[in-house]
């Protein structure tokens, strides 16, 4: 079966970087577009960006342009989200999902994503 498992989330301080790593098994990876989520307690859950099926693009929201990085390999089935410039509006439940989907638009909305890791806790301390 299908499963994402991030890792690498935890403390930091304020203006500190982290990188999360989301590992695939049980899919052919580069027919799946890859994003990237977070929830804050009492929040809507909301992207934080998204990888094309190829790597040739990728989308940001506009409140971590400039500071997050999203990459993937392909080859072996991780997408990565390197987060820097860590702020305190950014803690949050960090998600990877992934979206079966070759075309041109990699997807913004939770109800486009069919596969999700558990999630790994992002902690910023002031």
């Known amino acids: 079966q299908v499963q994402l498992v991030e890792s690498g989330g935890g403390l930091v301080q304020a203006g500190g970087s982290l990188l999360l790593s989301c590992a695939a098994s049980g899919l052919t990876f580069n027919n799946y577009h890859m994003g990237w989520f977070r929830q804050a307690p009492g929040t809507e859950r909301e992207v934080v960006g998204a990888s094309k099926w190829s790597g040739s693009a990728t989308y940001y929201a506009a409140s971590v342009k400039g500071r997050f990085a999203i990459s993937r390999d392909n080859a072996k089935k991780m997408v990565y989200l390197q987060m820097n410039g860590l702020q305190p509006a950014d803690p949050a439940v960090y998600y990877c999902?992934?979206?079966?989907?070759?075309?041109?638009?990699?997807?913004?909305?939770?109800?486009?994503?069919?596969?999700w890791g558990p999630g790994p806790q992002v902690t910023v301390s002031s």
């Open positions: 999902a992934g979206k079966p989907d070759r075309s041109t638009y990699t997807g913004t909305t939770v109800s486009e994503y069919l596969y």
